[in-house]
């Protein structure tokens, strides 16, 4: 199954929620011009015509596939500077207490095989069995990262969040988890003739058993351009009934929606500043540090 949709949603109680297992079929999907209600065609087609624009930060429909791909340079070199400023700044990673190595394996050493060496009334030395060295499962960190926007913000305003969002990856991973990182985009008010009607749009965008892509990460988590151009065009094409003029207003996941979702962690839609995503990761470090210590 590559996308989900599904009306009054009795797993987060959404009103309508969507779900792609990753981004080539988020893509793909928006691409397909497939639009569930006639009333929202002019909708999507002037979405589709924004990219480019300034509301898409002036990134065109080409540049996506070459920035999931490989990530847009001026992005990466932000992200990293963001993130030095925010690991310096955050006492999480400088402290001893979360930043030990951490051992995700079993190694069993040699063992004395009792019953043999009680048949042979231990006359033979060779009463010892080998070593085996097993793996064992890794824990797996579910993140949300939450890249919806309201419509008065700027790709500037994105950074910060995803910086953050790629800073915790890399920690984790450093120290010995499996990271599924999940891009979400939650508003109230999605409906044109239905009140307070909440959507919820949902993309893998890591898998826990595959390598980070550094761009893929990047894009999805720290460009406008992705957010809206994929996330909110799928809930327009997507939506069973007329949406709203104002396409929704972008809201935070509650925390029953979050453990609905079985996110571990969720970096809000309100951080929008690098003095809150300094103050996010530094809690979240210590808290998932704590945990894990216990």
């Known amino acids: 199954m590559t996308?989900?949709?599904?009306?009054?949603?009795?797993?987060?109680?959404?009103?309508?929620?969507?779900?792609?297992?990753?981004?080539?079929?988020?893509?793909?999907?928006?691409?397909?011009?497939?639009?569930?209600?006639?009333?929202?065609?002019?909708?999507?087609?002037?979405?589709?015509?924004?990219?480019?624009?300034?509301?898409?930060?002036?990134?065109?429909?080409s540049w996506l596939d070459r920035a999931l791909e490989g990530g847009e340079r001026k992005t990466l070199d932000r992200i990293a500077k963001m993130q030095?400023?925010?690991?310096?700044?955050?006492p999480a990673f400088t402290s001893e207490k979360v930043s030990r190595h951490r051992v995700r394996r079993r190694l069993m050493g040699d063992e004395m095989n009792v019953g043999l060496f009680v048949a042979r009334e231990g006359r033979d030395p060779f009463v010892w069995e080998g070593m085996v060295r097993e793996n064992t499962p890794r824990r797996v960190i579910r993140i949300g990262v939450e890249i919806g926007v309201l419509g008065s913000r700027?790709?500037?305003?994105?950074?910060?969040?995803?910086?953050?969002?790629?800073?915790?990856?890399?920690?984790?991973?450093?120290?010995?988890?499996?990271?599924?990182?999940?891009?979400?985009?939650?508003?109230?008010?999605?409906?044109?003739?239905?009140?307070?009607?909440?959507?919820?749009?949902?993309?893998?965008v890591k898998a826990s058993d595959v390598p980070m892509n550094e761009g893929t990460l990047a894009t999805a988590c720290c460009e406008i351009a992705f957010a809206r151009g994929v996330l909110l065009t799928a809930r327009v094409m997507n939506a069973p009934e007329e949406v709203a003029f104002t396409l929704g207003r972008t809201s935070a996941?509650?925390?029953?929606?979050?453990?609905?979702?079985?996110?571990?962690?969720?970096?809000?839609?309100?951080?929008?500043?690098?003095?809150?995503?300094?103050?996010?990761?530094?809690?979240t470090v210590e808290r998932l540090s704590t945990t894990d210590a216990e």
């Open 3 to 61: 996308k989900q949709v599904t009306t009054n949603d009795p797993v987060t109680g959404a009103a309508l929620r969507i779900a792609y297992d990753g981004i080539i079929e988020a893509v793909d999907d928006v691409r397909s011009k497939q639009v569930a209600c006639r009333k929202n065609k002019g909708e999507y087609e002037y979405m589709s015509a924004s990219w480019g624009g300034e509301w898409f930060d002036y990134k065109s429909a």
């Open 84 to 90: 030095e400023r925010i690991e310096a700044e955050s």
């Open 154 to 204: 700027t790709a500037d305003d994105l950074l910060p969040r995803g910086a953050a969002a790629c800073a915790l990856v890399g920690w984790l991973e450093a120290n010995g988890y499996a990271v599924e990182v999940i891009g979400v985009w939650c508003s109230e008010d999605i409906f044109a003739r239905r009140g307070k009607a909440r959507g919820i749009a949902t993309v893998v």
């Open 253 to 283: 996941l509650t925390k029953e929606e979050a453990q609905a979702l079985a996110l571990d962690v969720t970096i809000d839609s309100d951080v929008l500043t690098e003095a809150r995503a300094v103050e996010w990761l530094t809690k």
